[in-house]
T-cell receptor
Framework: QKEVEQDPGPLSVPEGAIVSLNCTYS??????FMWYRQYSRKGPELLMY????GNKEDGRFTAQVDKSSKYISLFIRDSQPSDSATYLC????????????????FGKGTHLIIQP | NAGVTQTPKFRVLKTGQSMTLLCAQD?????MYWYRQDPGMGLRLIHY???????AKGEVPDGYNVSRLKKQNFLLGLESAAPSQTSVYFC????????????FGEGSRLTVL
């Protein structure tokens, strides 16, 4: 199974709010987890990369992985209008990004709107 | 430093026509990928390459062919376009093929009528 579930939104929040974005998955073999940000008409860019369970923080962004619940989250603190974008989660059972069962599986993306 | 450049950015085809999308990267990366992105679906891998002269099938390879004659270029071809191939195509590259190292281009929007 490679299914990853992600609410497409849109999720609209006021500037300064804490944003929580989530993905659930069914494949217990996934152990590499990523969040990509995609602005309109642009390509995805890597935002956060975590291995296995736990938290990782980078500035206003925190990625959280709960493997027991098969659930990952991205938190954005002090959200800004420039954070308005589509956020894609991605995960893999392998550190290798090739094809086949070990390849990357992407969520559908959540469209986030930060209201000024 | 341009990164990953895709051409063309937009194209409209009629059913049955052929075309080639070009991806060029200037980061000396070994690995290159072609993905498609459709509304309501996650990015899906079409084909990829682990080095010059190599290609391999991804998740959705049918109807597409690829070539990697030069390390910096990865071409995606549609021999006989179908409406189901209407999509946004993204090229990506990676130095070592490890997840978390993908650099994406800005996309090529293809419409097949």
């Amino acid at each position: 199974q490679k299914e990853v579930e992600q609410d497409p939104g849109p999720l609209s929040v006021p500037e300064g709010a804490i944003v929580s974005l989530n993905c659930t998955y069914s494949n217990s073999a996934f152990q590499y987890f990523m969040w990509y940000r995609q602005y309109s008409r642009k390509g995805p860019e890597l935002l956060m990369y975590t291995y296995s369970s736990g938290n990782k923080e980078d500035g206003r962004f925190t990625a959280q992985v709960d493997k027991s619940s098969k659930y990952i989250s991205l938190f954005i603190r002090d959200s800004q209008p420039s954070d308005s974008a589509t956020y894609l989660c991605a995960m893999s059972a392998s550190s290798y990004s090739g094809g086949g069962a070990d390849g990357l599986t992407f969520g559908k993306g959540t469209h986030l709107i930060i209201q000024p | 430093n341009a990164g990953v450049t895709q051409t063309p950015k937009f194209r409209v085809l009629k059913t049955g026509q052929s075309m080639t999308l070009l991806c060029a990267q200037d980061m000396n990366h070994e690995y290159m990928y072609w993905y498609r992105q459709d509304p309501g679906m996650g990015l899906r891998l079409i084909h990829y390459s682990v080095g010059e002269g190599t290609t391999a099938k991804g998740e959705v390879p049918d109807g597409y062919n690829v070539s990697r004659l030069k390390k910096q270029n990865f071409l995606l071809g549609l021999e006989s376009a179908a409406p189901s191939q209407t999509s946004v195509y993204f090229c990506a590259s990676s130095r070592s093929g490890r997840v978390g190292e993908l650099f994406f281009g800005e996309g090529s929007r293809l419409t097949v009528l």
